[in-house]
């Protein structure tokens, strides 16, 4: 996701067919991709410094519950790619959740 942080046009054509050009949506577009690669980064760190483990999983959890709704509780769910990263979100929150209430 980082690379819709720098080339957001090019990475919203790929997912979604189309790519908006107006300074908003595009502002957005590389938010989104800076916040889902943060998060993965979080993720990563957390798997090698348990302390931090458990307010990761449940903020990644959040994150991606998030955008599993936002995406397939839209239109944005015609996107065949779209839907597909938006239900591999919501399966990796499940198996966050599962190992959450295994601890």
Known sequence: MLSQFFA???VLRR???EAPTDTVSL???RHWGLLIFCVGALLIYA????????????FAVIEKVGLGVC?????????GIAAVLAAADLL????YVIYLSGL
């Open 8 to 10: 957001p046009l090019a």
């Open 15 to 17: 997912v979604y067919g």
């Open 27 to 29: 502002a957005l577009a």
């Open 47 to 58: 798997a090698f410094y348990p302390p931090v483990r458990v307010p990761v999983l449940v």
């Open 71 to 79: 995406v397939l509780g839209t239109s944005l769910r015609s996107k």
């Open 92 to 95: 990796m929150a499940l198996i």
